[in-house]
Structure formats: C-alpha cells, structure tokens
C-alpha cells in the first residue's frame, strides 16, 4: 500500500486513509447512467411543428439588460426566447401560472436528460407534481453540441446569480444579479413584497449560457456564449405557464458577472398561439401518477 501526504499529515489525529491496492480496479468500473429515459413518453414533435405552423403572435416582452421580466403562456402555446441586439444569456424561471407552488425542477431535469437540453427535451415540475412544463421545439444553437472543454449551451446545472454568493466572494451589495432581478420580476407580476416572491425563485434554464464542468477540478465553468442576434430557443407549453426571465449582468459570461462591467443587452420573449384545433387530441399532462402515501 501507499501513501500520499495527505494521509500522513492526518495520521496524528485520525485514522490513516491508506489508497488501497485495488484503487485503479475500482476506479476502472463503467459508469452506469441513473435515469435512463428510454421509458418516458417522447414528445410528439411533428405534431407541435404543424401546429407552430398554425400559431399567430398573441404577446410579447422585451427583458432589459440587467432587468427581469414576466409573461404569461396559456397550455398549447408556445414562446420564443429571442436574442437581440448583441449577445447575452438569461436566466429562465417557470411556474405553473394557477399554482406557484409548481415551479421548474432544475435537479431533475438535469438527472432526466443531462447538464445542457435543446430540441425534443423538456423542463419539469418539482415534486409532488413532477410533468412536463415546457417541452423544447426549435433551438438555433442545437448545432454547438459539447465542445472540447466540454462545453455547450441551455444548461441546467448552474444556479443563477445571486447577491448573498456575490456578498461571499467578494463583498458589497449588489442588486442587479439575476436572483433579484427574477425576485423584482415577480413580486411585480403577483403583486406581492419582495420577501414573499423570493422564497419561490428557484434554480434556473440558463439559456444560452455555454458552461460545463472542468475536467481537473470538477469546477463549474462559463465561456463566452456562442449566440448571436436572431438566435433563439423555442418551447411548448404543456401546462399554463408564467416565465419570469432575468437577463444576466453577465452578458454573455465571458468573463464575470454579479456586476456592471460586462456588456449587457436586452431580449424578446413572444408569444405563439396556434389555429383551433391544431394541436387534435392532445391535452395537457396530468399531474404525477405516485400516490404519495410513502409507504403508509
Ligand atoms: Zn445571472
């Protein structure tokens, strides 16, 4: 057996921690994926394409850089998150519009379909509710795949910014992270204090935000998004929805965040409503079918 030094520095005090003979073998055992997905129902995306085809615009919002801002989609519509003017990521919350006690689960997207979605992958509910939220369609940067650092776009793994991380790492107050600006956003669409909408912000669809994980230190990493102008993501509404979205001081994360040196821009969420009758039989996805007796 052999040590490292950082096991001799703890021999003193506690028990050594001794690399066992066999470290390679066990490190050399293939990963096995969690959540295998091949069990959930895929969308049917052909039939959301001919109805996009149908959908006039019945809504749009333009989100101010540094800013947050909500908007509303009914279940059966669809809304595009359009980047415009230059390029800038943003930071996407989602609840059920009748019930804000059912909002996006980023974990379980994360585990469902992995760190980063694009077209075909959906955005889930929290617990007890656990459906489809907003299903992907159209995504102009599903092209980007994962890069040589193991980058890519959309993802789901990082947080948002926050002020209480930002006060941490580097002191001072500061009130434009996307945190607050998703906090502002919607105290003013439900009329309520900031300390009551702050509770319900949650952990976010960073959309276009290029990120992944470094190989050697398993940081979180961010690099300058591969969007442009014109650039959007588009999904469908598979319950009634309120987004609030918060465009990131960040700009597009190049370099830092949580303050007012990087370039920021505005974006434009619209809204889509197709022809009656377009969508045929579907209907919206009932909530979890677990019974929530837990064994009791
Ligand atoms: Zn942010």
Aim: aromatic share 8%; hydrophobic share 35%; with cysteine.
């Amino acid at each position: 057996m052999t040590k490292t030094p950082a096991d001799t520095a703890g021999a003193a005090t506690t028990a050594p921690k001794m690399t066992p003979e066999d470290a390679e073998a066990r490190r050399a055992v293939k990963p096995v994926i969690c959540y295998p997905n091949d069990t959930l129902a895929p969308p049917d995306l052909a039939l959301y394409h001919a109805a996009r085809q149908t959908a006039v615009k019945v809504g749009e919002v333009t989100v101010p850089p540094r800013d947050g801002a909500s908007f509303t989609v009914k279940a059966g519509q669809f809304f595009r998150i359009t980047s415009i003017e230059g390029p800038q990521v943003g930071d996407l919350n989602l609840f059920n519009a009748n019930d804000l006690s059912e909002k996006f689960y980023s974990g379980k997207t994360r585990a469902l379909h992995g760190t980063h979605i694009t077209t075909g992958e959906r955005m889930w509910s929290s617990h007890p509710y656990l459906r489809p939220m907003a299903t992907i369609t159209a995504d102009t940067l599903g092209w980007y795949g994962i890069d040589e650092f193991g980058g890519s776009v959309h993802d789901v793994i990082g947080t948002r910014c926050d002020p209480y991380t930002n006060n941490l790492l580097s002191g001072g107050q500061y009130h434009h992270c996307c945190h607050s600006n998703l906090t502002r956003a919607l105290a003013d669409h439900e009329g309520i204090a900031l300390a009551e909408a702050e509770p319900q912000v949650h952990d976010v669809l960073n959309v276009f935000m290029c990120t992944g994980f470094t190989r050697d230190t398993g940081q979180y990493f961010m690099k300058a998004s591969p969007v442009r102008p014109g650039d959007y993501l588009e999904m469908f509404a598979e319950i009634d929805l309120l987004g609030v979205l918060s465009a990131c001081p960040g700009g597009d994360c190049s370099s830092e965040h949580s303050s007012d040196e990087a370039a920021c821009h505005p974006m434009l969420v619209e809204v889509f409503a197709p022809a009656e009758g377009a969508l045929g039989e579907w209907v919206s996805p009932p909530v979890n079918g677990y019974d929530r007796s837990h064994g009791r």
